[in-house]
Nanobody, 127 residues
Framework: QVQLVESGGGLVQAGGSLRLSCAASGRTFSTYAMGWFRQAPGKEREFVAAISWSGSNLYYGDSVKGRFTISRDNAKNTVYLQMNSLKLEDAAVYYC????????????????????WGQGTQVTVSS
């Protein structure tokens, strides 16, 4: 079983920054791609960012490109999401997820390819 625990969410003013963390346990974290998704009330789950197992391939949703950065520290079994220049529309519950397939060179943007999900962390952006 894999456990993913997100942290770092909170209230921030528009234009501000937050860094989310996702700590993984239960399997070999370093061999699986990781992703971040978000869901706002009344909206569908949205792809935010993903990182391949090696960290060499990064993917971003169009709405966050240039503002968010995904990274991972395999020694700490943790993936991060640095969020800068936050906008009101970035407010959502953010989830991290782990790919079901090991050692795939790309990271998926399709949520159905992720086998494990965290409980989510709330990000609130105020004007």
């Amino acid at each position: 079983q894999v456990q993913l625990v997100e942290s770092g969410g909170g209230l921030v003013q528009a234009g501000g920054s937050l860094r989310l963390s996702c700590a993984a346990s239960g399997r070999t974290f370093s061999t699986y791609a990781m992703g971040w998704f978000r869901q706002a009330p009344g909206k569908e789950r949205e792809f935010v960012a993903a990182i391949s197992w090696s960290g060499s391939n990064l993917y971003y949703g169009d709405s966050v490109k240039g503002r968010f950065t995904i990274s991972r520290d395999n020694a700490k079994n943790t993936v991060y999401l640095q969020m800068n220049s936050l906008k009101l529309e970035d407010a959502a519950v953010y989830y991290c997820a782990a790919d079901r397939r090991p050692l795939v060179p790309i990271a998926p943007i399709d949520p159905s390819l992720y086998a494990y999900w965290g409980q989510g962390t709330q990000v609130t952006v105020s004007s």
